[in-house]
């Protein structure tokens, strides 16, 4: 099933991609709170760090050129420094601002959000919400007319913060009735395109309660059986081919006439500060669709997707090297040197950071686990070297390894902290550093950096080394011990 997956992302390469909707830029200042302001009993939050991204419809459209796609981004923003720092950073990641027009009345909508620490504290937003004046949006339905049936998909990411007039919309409808395209909404009010004829619809669990008019909400844990029931009830409000509803960590249900819905399931992520899933899930479920998937196929990718961007932190987006890596978790070992290296070359390019570890990770436990989620935590790519049996047996005695290195590979690929994994003959991974030039070298244990036969090849060609202690009481050796202790009192 996964080679289907992967054959499909990889048919989003070139795909034509309309996309129109409400452009925001998002705004993160990250600092730390350690005092109390005495005007008021709120915390002092020291900012060190300022990052700007972009939000809303332009998130959409820069994962959809992140995924592959080719873009034609339809917006009105105001003439503002807002307008200038979002419109810089799409150009940045190579879109196309050509249709993205300024209009002087308008205030491009900003949010703007203060953490301390993994804490979010506040959020605040500005920007002009009102209707777009009808200049504007004759110019939006010329261009539709224009491009709507030269594309591959058309995406809607209506946030309801005046782009998609009723004129608009209304022109949606006639140009996909003409020729059906894919085209999907993700919009606040999905009520207002029942006539349009659209492909999909993606509403979360909040746009589901307002069109459904549920009166009493579910908890956590019981939505998706909740809105289960409500299947062809919201395929005949929406007024599409399938509906795509999300639901949190409860993963999404899809929705398509005459058959039972089709559930997929997401993996929690305690990561407060992550945005933007939603247009992630639009935009890799909108080209998988233009790729001619499934819509359980492209739902599997869309999720994917989602998950990807809910390991970082900010308004995100996932590669298509990310998606195509995710698929192919069984591949994560590469026993060719040279061709990890192609690998992590890909991931550079992208501006990813490269941490290296290695061990023997015999007999894996929690400590185990534990310090590969904290060395991952230090980059955006975490690659393991795995000491081969031979070089275990030189190290630890005659009677480890425990598990093959096959067998190691095999459970070490189920762990999401690991992104790639090779091995070594040698004692150390000093020739395999040499030619790989991670960011980071983390070494487990009571070390010192001085003692690191690893640390001068590092520091040598720039990068950095970083000490992190075991767990406590976690280790295979003691494991070892405790089942050949208990072993004796069994005899």
Not at 38 to 58: C, N, Q, T
Not at 239 to 251: L, M, P
Not at 360 to 374: A, I, M, N, P, R
Request: charged share 25%; aromatic share 6%.
């Amino acid at each position: 099933m996964n080679s289907e997956y992967l054959a499909t992302i990889n048919r989003f390469n070139g795909l034509n991609v309309l996309v129109i909707g409400d452009a925001m830029l998002d705004v993160y200042l990250d600092g730390f709170a350690n005092r109390i302001c005495r005007e008021a009993p709120v915390p002092i939050v020291d900012i060190k760090d300022v990052k700007a991204m972009p939000g809303g419809a332009a998130n959409t459209a820069m994962n959809l050129a992140h995924l592959g796609a080719e873009v034609h981004y339809l917006s009105i923003v105001g003439c503002d420094h807002d307008a200038a720092l979002l419109k810089d950073i799409l150009v940045r990641h190579g879109l196309d601002i050509s249709l993205i027009m300024c209009d002087q009345t308008r205030q491009t909508i900003t949010k703007q959000r203060v953490a301390a620490g993994s804490q979010l504290l506040l959020r605040f937003d500005t920007g002009t919400t009102e209707a777009i004046h009808g200049k504007y949006e004759r110019r939006i339905i010329d261009i539709l007319k224009e491009k709507f049936h030269e594309v591959d998909a058309v995406v809607v990411s209506d946030y309801g913060y005046g782009i998609m007039t009723d004129k608009i919309i209304g022109i949606l409808g006639t140009l996909q009735h003409k020729k059906e395209t894919i085209l999907v909404i993700d919009a606040k009010s999905l009520d207002k395109y029942r006539h349009v004829g659209a492909t999909v619809a993606k509403p979360n669990y909040q746009e589901l309660v307002t069109l459904l008019a549920i009166t009493d909400p579910a908890a956590n844990g019981h939505r998706s059986e909740q809105i289960r029931l409500y299947g062809q009830k919201l395929l005949e409000k929406a007024g599409t081919k399938y509906v795509a509803a999300t639901i949190d960590v409860e993963g999404a249900l899809l929705f398509q006439h005459g058959k039972e819905p089709y559930r997929t399931f997401s993996k929690p992520v305690e990561n407060s500060k992550a945005a933007g899933a939603g247009d992630t899930y639009v935009s890799a479920l909108t080209l998988a669709l233009a790729s001619g998937a499934s819509i359980e196929a492209a739902a599997e990718i869309a999720k994917s997707a989602a998950v990807v961007i809910l390991q970082k932190s900010g308004t995100a987006t996932c590669t298509q090297n990310e998606l195509s890596h995710y698929f192919g978790s069984s591949r994560k070992y590469s026993h060719d040197w040279q061709e990890l290296k192609n690998r992590l070359d890909a991931f550079r390019k992208e501006g990813k950071r490269i941490v290296f570890t290695n061990g023997c990770f015999d007999l894996l436990h929690s400590g185990h686990v534990s310090y590969l989620e904290q060395a991952r935590a230090l980059g955006d790519v975490l690659v393991l070297g795995l000491n081969a049996d031979a070089s275990i047996k030189r190290l630890k005695g005659s009677n480890r390894p425990i598990n093959n290195l096959y067998e190691r590979i095999r459970i070490l690929s189920g762990l999401e902290s690991v992104t790639l994994m090779t091995s070594f003959e040698e004692d150390t991974p000093v020739n395999l550093l040499n030619l790989i030039h991670p960011d980071v070298y983390v070494k487990g244990g009571d070390y010192a950096i001085e003692n690191l036969p690893e640390a001068p090849v590092v520091l040598a060609y720039g990068g950095t080394v970083e000490i992190m202690p075991f767990v406590q009481d976690r280790s295979t050796t003691n494991t070892i011990r405790r089942i050949k202790s208990l072993d004796r009192q069994v005899a």
